[in-house]
Nanobody, 114 residues
Framework: QVQLVESGGGLVQPGGSLRLSCAAS????????MAWYRQAPGKPRELVAT???????NYADSVKGRFTISRDNAKNMVYLQMNSLKPEDTAVYYC????????WGQGTQVTVSS
């Protein structure tokens, strides 16, 4: 079992930056594929970024060049650095861990608005 807790969300102006954090407990996540998803009101949950156990990352086209996913296995942490934020990035952001089973955090709200 893996428990995930996200933090770092909030209100930011367009063009601003936020760094989301995901703290994992209950299991060492070094072997897990970690990911960030987001869900905007009235829309399905979508994949934002993934990072493999080896550190390879992939991004949705909508965030390429603006978002960076990283992990610190020693701290059991995963991060999402979000730059050049746009109003369409507004959503609840969820951390996910996958290794045979999938685990989710409770989400953190990101609102991009002037």
């Amino acid at each position: 079992q893996v428990q995930l807790v996200e933090s770092g969300g909030g209100l930011v102006q367009p063009g601003g930056s936020l760094r989301l954090s995901c703290a994992a407990s209950g299991s060492i996540i070094s072997r897990y594929v970690m990911a960030w998803y987001r869900q905007a009101p009235g829309k399905p949950r979508e994949l934002v970024a993934t990072i493999s156990s080896g550190g390879s990352s992939n991004y949705a086209d909508s965030v390429k060049g603006r978002f960076t996913i990283s992990r610190d296995n020693a701290k059991n942490m995963v991060y999402l650095q979000m730059n050049s934020l746009k109003p369409e990035d507004t959503a609840v952001y969820y951390c996910n861990a996958y290794l045979k089973s999938s685990y989710w955090g409770q989400g953190t709200q990101v609102t991009v608005s002037s």
